[in-house]
């Protein structure tokens, strides 16, 4: 282990072991040790620990599968006893059919024709190695005549007594992560009523719907420092590379599998789905959410790209407008809350339903296995859902046109303790306390009571406070002391429920709790009477 460890990160040999700056975090000082036995690593910065195998695998992104052939290959290690001489007879088979499928494109004009069509160039047709499925059985004599034992030919899945099953389809081969053939996606270039729009190799020995993505050996070069795009179909993943979205993948016309997710956050800390805008691709990316919510991880979770309705990434790629909506991409977190407020005006819903989807919600996030993220993301969902339920409340208070703007009649109250000081005497406690929104008549506030302690209310008769700011308040004076009393005390009562309103919205936002809730619900109620 040391010896391969040592080829990628700096080693010296400290009280019997090998040390070194782990490679999985950063760190100052080295923790990263090579027990003594040389059999396994671990790391006391952030755990990370395992055999020569888990380093390869996690240091260079790679499967199981991959470190194996590679070390084996590096030491001259041969591996025919490890794999069976069928899968290696089903490899062979799958290169020598899309060499073939491959030779009959270059010269079936409607196929060339229909890819065209669909906005596929050339060095993509050469990149995805299309190919054409002929009619007949040439393709089984040919393969026959390569001394492949009709066993083989059984067991690849391609053939139906002898004839092609995907005969007069555009051929996509499907490949490993190694890049070898191993399954093929055939496309139908004229839509048939009684026939599927696409047929997949079923599963053998070599091939897997639930463990593999379509054009991943492709990708995986990228993912370090671009996030996988997971679309739906393999004409989405040919166009978003032909535009030079190289990290886009699919699954195979199947559903989002627990494997494909190890897959992709082996490599990726946060993919991006991307499904069709119609509701089985709306359906899709959701049961991919759902699927991913017990597993997700602060460093290991997904990003969704909702396309609009009737459009999906081939579609959208061919208008250029692709790249604007992926840039419009929801986290995990907003894209289940929107679903299950069904990006509805929260305030507009009905209260039976808004409480629904906060349940909901709430459920959803409960299935996540990491104690830490289920607590934030369930507290998140409530402060999400309490903040768009009064934002649009204060706001429309805010912006209606009052005869008398709050700003307005605080002005008014400063320049009635002006021209009647007197009144400052029984209100001098709860002015003293009182905190206008407005900075500068907070300060004006503050002369006001300066001038009032320094010499009473002689003081504030002959001073020039009313001028500047409240000289359009005069009008004040012809108000009488009881009712500027009762103005004051009006203000005050409003003020002080809006300063504990705030105050207890707050707390209910760093800690929801009911009792938290049910004063918001009682100070809303006194708001509204003020």
Request: hydrophobic share 35%.
């Amino acid at each position: 282990m040391k010896d391969v460890v040592s080829q990628h990160i700096n080693l010296i040999y400290q009280k019997n072991r090998w040390v070194g700056s782990c490679p999985f975090h950063e760190e100052k000082t080295p923790s990263f040790f090579i027990a003594e036995d040389d059999k396994f690593y671990y790391c006391f910065g952030c755990h990370a620990k395992g055999d020569i195998f888990t380093f390869l695998m996690d240091f260079n992104k790679k499967t199981f599968s991959e470190v194996l052939h590679d070390l084996c290959d590096k030491y001259g290690i041969v591996l025919d006893h490890l794999t069976h001489s069928n899968d290696q007879g089903l490899h062979r088979l799958h290169e020598e059919v899309s060499q073939f499928y491959e030779r009959q494109l270059t010269f079936n004009q409607q196929a060339l024709d229909y890819l065209s069509k669909r906005g596929i160039q050339q060095d993509t047709i050469k990149k995805f190695r299309l190919g054409f499925a002929p009619k007949g059985v040439s393709l089984y004599q040919y393969l026959l005549e390569l001394k492949f034992s009709k066993k083989v030919l059984e067991e690849s899945g391609i053939f139906k007594d002898k004839y092609d099953r995907f005969s007069g389809r555009i051929q996509i081969p499907i490949c490993d992560s190694r890049g070898r053939v191993i399954a093929f996606g055939g496309r139908l270039m004229n839509d048939h009523p009684h026939q599927p729009k696409y047929l997949n190799s079923s599963a053998t020995a070599i091939f897997s719907k639930k463990d593999t993505l379509f054009a991943y050996h492709h990708g995986r070069k990228y993912f370090k420092d671009k996030a996988p795009i997971v679309v739906e179909g393999y004409f989405d993943v040919m166009m978003l590379h032909q535009q030079g979205m190289t990290t886009a993948v699919a699954p195979l016309g199947t559903a989002l599998s627990i494997e494909h997710l190890k897959t992709l956050w082996s490599q990726h800390a946060s993919p991006v789905f991307c499904f069709d805008g119609d509701l089985a691709g709306k359906n899709a990316s959701f049961k991919g959410a759902t699927l991913m919510t017990p597993c997700v991880k602060a460093h290991q979770i997904a990003e969704f790209c909702v396309l609009p309705s009737g459009e999906d990434p081939d579609s959208l790629c061919r208008k250029d407008q692709f790249q604007s909506i992926l840039s419009q991409k929801k986290s995990f977190f907003h894209f289940v809350f929107d679903h299950y407020f069904e990006g509805q005006d929260i305030q507009k819903m009905t209260v039976e339903k808004r409480a629904l989807a906060l349940k909901l919600t709430m459920d959803h996030f409960d299935k996540i296995e990491d104690r830490l993220l289920k607590q934030q993301f369930q507290q998140e969902t409530k402060k999400v859902f309490f903040n768009c339920l009064f934002a649009k409340a204060d706001q429309k208070k805010m912006t209606s046109k009052d005869p008398l703007p709050l700003p307005c009649s605080e002005k008014a109250l400063l320049a009635s303790l002006i021209i009647h000081p007197h009144m400052i005497e029984d209100l001098l406690e709860d002015i003293t306390i009182l905190d206008f929104k407005d900075h500068v008549l907070n300060n004006l506030k503050m002369k006001i009571l300066d001038a009032y302690m320094d010499k009473g209310p002689q003081g504030l008769e002959r001073s020039h406070l009313l001028d500047g700011e409240l000289k359009y308040y005069g009008y004040i004076a012809q108000k009488s002391h009881d009712d500027l009393k009762n103005m004051w005390n009006s203000y005050i009562q409003k003020n002080s429920v809006s300063t504990d309103l705030n105050r207890v919205m707050q707390c209910y936002r760093d800690a929801p709790t009911l009792k938290e809730w049910e004063k918001i619900v009682y100070l809303k109620k006194m708001e509204a009477l003020k």
